[in-house]
């Protein structure tokens, strides 16, 4: 029993090592509404995890009426369970997270618990505070005994709220029933109106990688760019901050062999995601969870709707059904998911992410140019598209149902799907119909509404 002990934590730490060294860090940043240039918060997260491309998403049913169900990113992990990279809930509460590493690997992995807290806030927090309040409470619970909290964690919702909490339960003999020790940081008080990190923070007291503060001033600078020129929105976060090929830097359109190591998207970058959020009060429902299912700087951001209550299969399926054949969900990757990383692999000609072995971070920058010489136009028909079906939707709420997101959700993904896989922005065509007038057929909580009425007038009848 004890060598299996010792070769178990041996093997983790090995593994532990291999990741942090070569893995390196996350990015994510939250942005207040109070700066960006549509008057909406925003939050985003690049992953790293070059022992992993596989993703999809995934949409988990409410059990709080006031939270609702989620939208959440998941994979497998190298112990072979899910985690939730972040996710969204119909509520408009949003959150992701990076690990924050102590070089401990039962830390760093076999007790951590850093998703654990993601997945339940996305069940239970409807604003900022209620996230804090978790926080506070999580050592109650005896179920969080053995755990571990090491973690950055980045939150918005629709009332405002943008702020990063830097989190730790310490170490020593308290580490796994200590309350979690946390710093908040928000962006709606913060200097320029954003906050980032990347997987180290104050309350760790270890060495950490010199490449996390260099990407995270990276990612401030590109943040601080952006404002100055009152350009900061989701938009330009998907497209300049998320795809950051280190910008500027010596390289012209023939440079087949560039370094990523340090830029803010690199070859262990295997997913990006993007929350435009809703003006402070407003309906979440127009909450837009906007994500790229691999590397980003090869792939397209999808725009996805928690209130539509599901998620396209091109996000979850490996296959398309046919007339006999229903998709098939038996891995944890999906067909916008495996398109991605299959045209990935023609950019980083020593790499090979289907072995998980990684040569090196030189991209082939040429090949990348002209991958986005129609991956760039084909997103912005998207956010064109999306921008003009929700300004629709808000001049007619009645509009704004379950049904139509799913339906206008989906057809982004295939439209998405099918001219990626013939390289080009025009393959297939776009000849979506906005709905100009309320379903005849009214949704379930519609339908309870309408006969709750009918049973109230007949009671009523009957009561005198």
């Not at 330009?236 to 440079?255: F, P, R, W």
């Not at 700087?297 to 398309?320: D, H, I, L, Q």
């Not at 799913?406 to 439209?415: G, L, P, T, V």
């Not at 001219?419 to 000849?431: F, G, K, L, R």
């Amino acid at each position: 029993m004890k060598r299996i002990i010792f070769l178990t934590v041996f093997l983790m730490f090995i593994v532990s090592e291999l990741c942090v060294n070569r893995v390196l860090a996350c990015d994510i940043a939250v942005i207040s509404g109070n700066v960006t240039a549509n008057g909406r918060p925003v939050l985003w997260k690049n992953r790293d995890n070059q022992f992993n491309w596989m993703q999809e998403l995934t949409f988990k049913k409410g059990e709080n009426p006031e939270v609702g169900g989620s939208i959440r990113v998941i994979d497998w992990s190298l112990i072979i369970s899910v985690i939730t990279s972040g996710g969204i809930n119909e509520a408009g509460f949003a959150i992701t997270n990076t690990s924050v590493h102590d070089n401990n690997p039962i830390h760093d992995n076999i007790t951590n618990a850093d998703t654990e807290v993601v997945e339940k806030a996305l069940k239970t927090c409807e604003t900022v505070e209620d996230f804090e309040n978790l926080l506070d409470h999580w050592h109650e619970d005896p179920l969080n005994d053995y755990k571990m909290i090491t973690a950055n964690f980045a939150v918005i919702d629709a009332y405002g709220g943008a702020a990063i909490y830097e989190a730790f339960t310490g170490l020593g003999s308290d580490t796994y029933t200590s309350k979690i020790d946390y710093i908040k940081f928000d962006a709606n008080t913060a200097e320029k109106g954003f906050v980032s990190r990347t997987n180290h923070n104050s309350l760790v007291d270890v060495m950490f990688r010199e490449n996390s503060v260099i990407r995270k001033d990276r990612a401030d600078s590109i943040l601080s760019h952006l404002l100055e020129e009152d350009r900061l929105d989701y938009v330009s976060v998907m497209q300049e901050l998320a795809k950051d090929i280190c910008g500027n830097e010596e390289k012209d359109e023939y440079c087949d062999s560039f370094d990523t190591k340090n830029c803010i998207n690199r070859a262990a970058t295997n997913l990006s995601f993007v929350v435009d959020g809703v003006q402070k009060g407003s309906d979440p429902k127009f909450s837009t969870f906007w994500c790229n299912l691999g590397e980003p700087a090869t792939g397209v951001f999808v725009p996805y709707f928690p209130a539509a209550k599901k998620v396209s299969f091109y996000a979850w399926a490996e296959s398309v059904p046919s007339q006999n054949v229903e998709s098939l969900n038996i891995a944890p990757y999906c067909l916008l998911n495996k398109a991605v990383a299959d045209r990935e692999l023609t950019m980083y000609e020593h790499n090979d992410i289907s072995l998980m072995i990684y040569g090196n971070y030189f991209i082939n920058y040429q090949k990348l140019l002209e991958t986005q010489a129609w991956t760039i136009p084909l997103e912005n028909i998207l956010i064109e598209k999306t921008e003009e079906f929700l300004d629709k939707m808000s001049l007619n709420e009645s509009l704004m149902t379950s049904e139509n997101l799913d339906n206008f959700s989906h057809y982004c993904a295939e439209f998405t799907y099918e001219n990626y896989i013939h390289e080009t922005d025009s393959y297939m065509m776009w000849d979506y119909e906005i709905p100009t007038q309320e379903s005849s057929q009214p949704e379930e909580g519609e339908k309870e509404n309408f006969l709750s009425l009918i049973l109230s007038f007949f009671k009523s009848l009957f009561s005198v």
